[in-house]
């Protein structure tokens, strides 16, 4: 199993997710098939955003994103933190080795930045 490539998100505002995710997190567009989606490619994976009112609607906990290395996480509480995205919980190492930290992307979405050995071989 090569693990999680693919999230599909509700949003409220898409034009404030898509930047969020484009100009904050790096994602470049893929796909507008309307103007209620928008499909977004990463180093390996793709996220598509659905414009729906959420109100009411079930949340997820969080999404993961993961990095080649643990520097990486620190790497990316700084850019985060440059571009004017509290990160709420601080970059710190996991008793498994793994390393991460959490910030809210739009509409409260939990995402974590996480370096997990066994997930980033052969990246």
């Not at 928008?38 to 955003?49: E, T």
């Not at 993961?66 to 990160?87: I, P």
């Amino acid at each position: 199993m090569l693990g999680i490539r693919h999230v599909a998100l509700y949003v409220g505002d898409l034009a404030a997710a898509e930047r969020f995710w484009v100009d904050v997190m790096g994602y470049t567009v893929e796909w507008r098939p309307d103007p209620e989606n928008v499909y977004l490619c990463g180093a390996r994976d793709n996220l598509a955003l659905h414009r729906k009112d959420v109100s009411g609607e079930g949340r997820l906990d969080h999404i993961g994103i993961a990095v080649a290395a643990a520097a990486d996480v620190d790497a990316w509480a700084a850019h985060l933190e440059a571009r004017g995205v509290a990160v709420k919980a601080a970059p710190r190492t996991h008793r498994d080795g793994s390393r991460s930290l959490y910030f809210h992307g739009p509409e409260g979405l939990l995402v974590q930045i996480i370096h997990h050995a066994p997930m980033a071989v052969g990246s």
